[in-house]
Structures are given as structure tokens and as C-alpha cells.
């Protein structure tokens, strides 16, 4: 059964602390992404990978890294520095990265500081 | 910037009516369009496309609209049924570039 996996489902992160999502996919996508939704607001892009060992700042991205070393795996590390991180976190992959594809979502992480 | 604006958060309609969800969007660089539903404590999930070369696009109870003189687009559900009950989040794209409107709640009343 093909699909995005993410985990985990809720996240807490004490001050100071660097904390990583991960994001998994079994749809053989080359193109993945990684977006945040906060209340009222549309998706915000933080950072997308079309390619393994390649990423690109998306609107966001400060306070966060990401890597991808596998096709399969795009984990996202919300860094100390990411001052305001409660947010609700979307992965998602695409077949190629191009502009006319639909993106295969995960079912979100929910992180909250404590 | 919100360059997809979705001006409604929330639609009530009854089962069986006619819900339309509405989006504007600023760019016309824009040139493909989706539409996303998406249930509590689950990810958006595609339902329907368009690209700009088209004014509409039909797939079973739903239909999308697209106006690009005025860059308004729209989702019709007709028949309405409960289970279209969700969050629905319009999508707009050019070449790197994907934005989202904030969404719209749909309830369909039994």
C-alpha cells in the first residue's frame, strides 16, 4: 500500500531544542516537500528536494534544515533557532517536482513547544 | 503574501444542494490550478485540476471553474453529500512555484 508516512503524529519540543520530523515514501517519487500550516494561514513552504543530495529553500525556511539522502526519506529538523515552531507539518512527495502534479500528502505532525 | 486568496472559511449547505467554494488568486504567472479536501488529523488529499489553457473541468459531483480574466476559480459539488464534509484548500502554480489558499470548511447538513 503506497503512500507518505510521517511521524510522529504530535511532537513537543522543550526551549532551546532542536527536534526532527521524518517523512517517508514508498511511491518512488523523485520530488518532495515539506510544508507548514498554521491557523487561518494557507500551506507554507519550507524546503523541497527534486532530486537525492539536493533541496531548496522554500518561503520559510529559516530556523530549518532538512537532507536527503535517501529518494525515500526527506526528514525536516526544526531547529532552536525557528523561534516560533507550533505549527501543524505537512509532507508531501510528487512524481517529478513539475508544475502541472498533484502532491501526495502525509498525515501531518503537530508540534508544540513546552 | 497571500497570492491565493479563499475568502470564505467556512459553507454550510444542505445535502443534496449545490455547494460552491470560491478562490482568487494574484498571480497570473499562475497556470495550473488543483483543488485539496482534506478530513481531521488526515493530510490534503487531490480531488481535481485544471490548467489554464481550459475554463472547466469535470469529474463525476465535481466541477471546477476557471476564470482567468478575473483569476477566480471555483469547486461545484453538486449533489452535495455529508461526506464531502471537510476542509477544502485551493492550489495554484507556476514553474517552482505552488501556493495555497487558506481553506474553506465545508458542512453538508444531513
Known amino acids: 500500500d503506497g503512500g507518505i508516512t510521517q511521524s510522529p503524529k504530535y511532537l513537543f519540543r522543550k526551549e532551546g531544542q532542536n527536534v526532527t520530523l521524518s517523512c517517508e515514501q514508498n511511491?518512488?517519487?523523485?520530488?518532495m516537500y515539506w510544508y507548514r500550516q498554521d491557523p487561518g494561514q494557507g500551506l507554507r513552504l519550507i524546503y523541497y528536494?527534486?532530486?537525492?543530495?539536493?533541496?531548496q529553500k522554500g518561503d520559510i525556511a529559516e530556523g530549518y534544515s532538512v537532507s536527503r539522502e535517501k529518494k525515500e526519506s526527506f526528514p525536516l529538523t526544526v531547529t532552536s533557532a525557528q523561534k516560533n515552531p507550533t505549527a501543524f507539518y505537512l509532507c508531501a512527495s510528487s512524481i517529478r517536482g513539475t508544475a502541472d502534479e498533484k502532491l501526495f500528502f502525509g498525515s501531518g505532525t503537530q508540534l508544540s513547544v513546552l | 503574501d497571500q497570492q491565493v486568496k479563499q475568502n470564505s472559511p467556512s459553507l454550510s449547505v444542505q445535502e443534496g444542494r449545490i455547494s460552491i467554494l470560491n478562490c482568487d488568486y494574484t498571480?497570473?504567472?499562475?497556470?495550473?490550478f488543483l483543488w485539496y479536501k482534506k478530513y481531521p488529523a488526515e493530510g490534503p488529499t487531490f480531488l481535481i485540476s485544471i490548467s489554464s489553457i481550459k475554463d472547466k473541468n469535470e469529474d463525476g459531483r465535481f466541477t471546477v471553474f476557471l476564470n482567468k480574466s478575473a483569476k477566480h476559480l471555483s469547486l461545484h459539488i453538486v449533489p452535495s453529500q455529508p461526506g464531502d464534509s471537510a476542509v477544502y484548500f485551493c492550489a495554484a502554480s507556476a514553474p517552482r512555484d505552488m501556493r495555497f489558499g487558506a481553506g474553506t470548511r465545508l458542512t453538508v447538513k444531513p
Open positions: 528536494s527534486q532530486i537525492v543530495n539536493d533541496f
Open positions: 498571480n497570473s504567472m499562475f497556470d495550473y
Open positions: 511511491l518512488n517519487h523523485d520530488a
